[in-house]
């Protein structure tokens, strides 16, 4: 499934743990080269590059997406190491803590726009040019990926309001950087995750947990394993060439937006 993704250069911000990480197993097992990203330093990533074992095609970057700097510096590293770029995934991000409106000072504003909106607009910025590059040579569209979430349509959970803000702020710029570049055939789409179990939950007790299991569907948090699949889609011109501007929810029911 998914042949036309062997040899596409592949960058996934946010992929030393998590849903990043599988997303980035995936890619890889298609055939893809990668780009990983995190923010431990890269000796500290060397183990995980050994436990992918796919040299040539995998390659890891240290960098803060906060940082507009970084964020260049970032595409710019990655282009160089894998000859190019086709695919960017966008998946860094995170709720920086709880705090309610009352509670809100510019240190937690800075921190929370900043990972979850600064990193996706800045990361983007400077992949434009090397994605337009790679949709005029190869004659495929070249792909934006960007993890949104269930709380970009519902609002987040309490002490959430900035990151259920920032996440419905992704939705829509996609939805409008296809009107500035679908003339340029780059397609941009948002995954939108419910509850996953990764890092993200770590703060919550078994019984907040269990709770929240409930309230799904499908009765369970996600696995990672089964975030990965929707974003090979939207990578892959052969199986989504004509599909640009959705954000699709993967989330066992427990939002049927
Ligand atoms: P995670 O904590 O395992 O992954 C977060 C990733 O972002 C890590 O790889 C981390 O290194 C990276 N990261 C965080 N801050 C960074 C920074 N300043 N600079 C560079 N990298 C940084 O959690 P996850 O659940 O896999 O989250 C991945 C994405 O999915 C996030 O955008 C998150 O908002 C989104 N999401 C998760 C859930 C869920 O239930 N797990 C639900 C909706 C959306």
Same mark, same amino acid.
């Given at each position: 499934?998914?042949?036309?993704?062997?040899?596409?250069?592949?960058?996934?911000?946010?992929?030393?743990?998590?849903?990043? &990480?599988?997303?980035?197993?995936?890619?890889?097992?298609?055939?893809?080269?990668?780009?990983?990203?995190? #923010?431990?330093?890269?000796?500290?990533?060397?183990?995980?590059?050994?436990?992918?074992?796919?040299?040539?095609?995998?390659?890891? &970057?240290?960098?803060?997406?906060?940082?507009?700097?970084?964020?260049?510096?970032?595409?710019?590293?990655?282009?160089?190491?894998?000859?190019?770029?086709?695919?960017?995934? %966008?998946?860094?991000?995170?709720?920086?803590?709880?705090?309610?409106?009352?509670?809100?000072?510019?240190?937690?504003?800075? %921190?929370?726009?900043?990972?979850?909106?600064?990193?996706?607009?800045?990361?983007?910025? !400077?992949?434009?040019?090397?994605?337009?590059?790679?949709?005029?040579?190869?004659?495929?569209?070249?792909?934006?990926?960007?993890?949104?979430?269930?709380?970009?349509?519902?609002?987040?959970? &309490?002490?959430?309001?900035?990151?259920?803000?920032?996440?419905?702020?992704?939705?829509?710029?996609?939805? %409008?950087?296809?009107?500035? !570049?679908?003339?340029?055939?780059?397609? !941009?789409?948002?995954?939108?995750?419910?509850?996953?179990?990764? *890092?993200?939950?770590?703060?919550? #007790?078994?019984?907040?947990?269990?709770?929240?299991?409930?309230?799904?569907?499908?009765?369970?948090?996600?696995?990672?394993?089964?975030?990965?699949?929707?974003?090979?889609?939207? *990578? #892959?011109?052969? *199986?989504?060439?004509?599909?640009?501007?959705?954000?699709?929810?993967?989330?066992?029911?427990?939002?049927?937006?």
């Amino acid at each position: 499934m998914f042949e036309d993704l062997k040899d596409r250069r592949v960058l996934v911000t946010g992929s030393t743990a998590g849903i990043g &990480l599988e997303v980035a197993r995936a890619f890889l097992a298609a055939g893809a080269k990668v780009v990983l990203h995190g #923010s431990r330093s890269p000796s500290q990533a060397e183990s995980l590059l050994s436990e992918l074992s796919a040299p040539g095609r995998v390659f890891y &970057l240290q960098a803060d997406v906060r940082e507009t700097a970084q964020c260049e510096a970032l595409v710019k590293q990655a282009v160089e190491a894998m000859g190019g770029l086709d695919v960017l995934v %966008n998946n860094a991000g995170g709720l920086g803590g709880r705090q309610g409106l009352e509670g809100i000072d510019d240190d937690f504003f800075d %921190n929370v726009i900043g990972l979850n909106i600064r990193s996706v607009v800045m990361v983007t910025r !400077f992949a434009i040019e090397p994605l337009r590059a790679s949709a005029r040579q190869s004659g495929q569209s070249s792909s934006v990926i960007t993890t949104g979430s269930i709380a970009g349509r519902e609002g987040g959970g &309490l002490g959430a309001c900035l990151y259920g803000g920032s996440k419905a702020m992704v939705h829509n710029l996609h939805r %409008n950087w296809v009107k500035e !570049f679908t003339k340029d055939s780059i397609r !941009f789409n948002t995954v939108a995750p419910g509850t996953i179990d990764t *890092a993200f939950h770590a703060d919550k #007790s078994d019984a907040l947990k269990q709770t929240i299991a409930g309230s799904i569907a499908m009765g369970r948090f996600g696995e990672c394993q089964e975030m990965a699949p929707t974003y090979l889609y939207l *990578a #892959s011109h052969a *199986a989504s060439g004509y599909v640009t501007g959705q954000v699709i929810d993967v989330n066992g029911g427990q939002m049927c937006p």
